[in-house]
T-cell receptor, first 112, second 115 residues
Framework: GNSVTQMEGPVTLSEEAFLTINCTYT??????LFWYVQYPGEGLQLLLK???ADDKGSNKGFEATYRKETTSFHLEKGSVQVSDSAVYFC???????????WGLGTSLAVNP | KAGVTQTPRYLIKTRGQQVTLSCSPI?????VSWYQQTPGQGLQFLFE???????NKGNFPGRFSGRQFSNSRSEMNVSTLELGDSALYLC??????????????FGSGTRLTVV
């Protein structure tokens, strides 16, 4: 079946450090891929998405490229800020089934 | 444009009781989905409604049910609450009818605690 695997957290970085959160997936066909972010006490916000191979999603300095050959969608940011501290979720949607399949989330803490 | 509104934000219920959660989607969105989020299981899909019809259902017992009204507002109900039902319940709306290419917009969730 379809699944998403994220690197385990927590990830702790200093401000202005480079961030990578790994995400790999298993899916039939050509899924759409998403990164969501959850700030403490809040719901989930769509951070970026990609719907076909080699697409790059980007938003707020975050980027992720849909790599079909490695079935990956790693999240990157060149210089993190304290305000980026949150939990990040990778997710996919495959076929005509409209539900999202989620990774378990990666907690990020950025220290000043 | 108003976002997805979930009420109430917090609930405390006793085991065996039932609870109803409400969700108002973004204006114009006809698809509403519900997810349960727990530390142990992560995010799990409950069900999706589109134009008052349940389109998809996750692997939850029959105690979990939902409905959607003609104005796209949705409710979910959990009967005979168990301690394990304690979770953050998230509602999400989408304008899509076919593939979920645009993702969801989520509400802030309802935190349910069963004691």
């Amino acid at each position: 079946g379809n699944s998403v695997t994220q690197m385990e957290g927590p990830v702790t970085l200093s401000e202005e450090a480079f961030l990578t959160i790994n995400c790999t997936y298993t899916a039939t066909g050509y899924p759409s891929l998403f990164w969501y972010v959850q700030y403490p006490g809040e719901g989930l916000q769509l951070l970026l998405k990609a719907t076909k191979a080699d697409d790059k999603g980007s938003n707020k300095g975050f980027e992720a490229t849909y790599r079909k050959e490695t079935t990956s969608f790693h999240l990157e940011k060149g210089s993190v800020q304290v305000s980026d501290s949150a939990v990040y979720f990778c997710a996919l949607n495959a076929g005509n089934n409209r539900k999202l399949i989620w990774g378990l989330g990666t907690s990020l803490a950025v220290n000043p | 444009k108003a976002g997805v509104t979930q009420t109430p934000r917090y609930l405390i219920k006793t085991r065996g009781q039932q609870v109803t959660l409400s969700c108002s989607p973004i204006s114009g969105h006809r698809s509403v989905s519900w997810y349960q989020q727990t530390p142990g299981q992560g995010l799990q899909f409950l069900f999706e409604y589109f134009s008052e019809t349940q389109r998809n259902k996750g692997n939850f017992p029959g105690r979990f049910s939902g409905r959607q009204f003609s104005n796209s507002r949705s409710e979910m109900n959990v009967s005979t609450l168990e301690l394990g039902d304690s979770a953050l319940y998230l509602c999400a709306s989408s304008p899509d009818r076919g593939r979920l290419s645009y993702g969801y917009t989520f509400g802030s969730g309802t935190r349910l605690t069963v004691v």
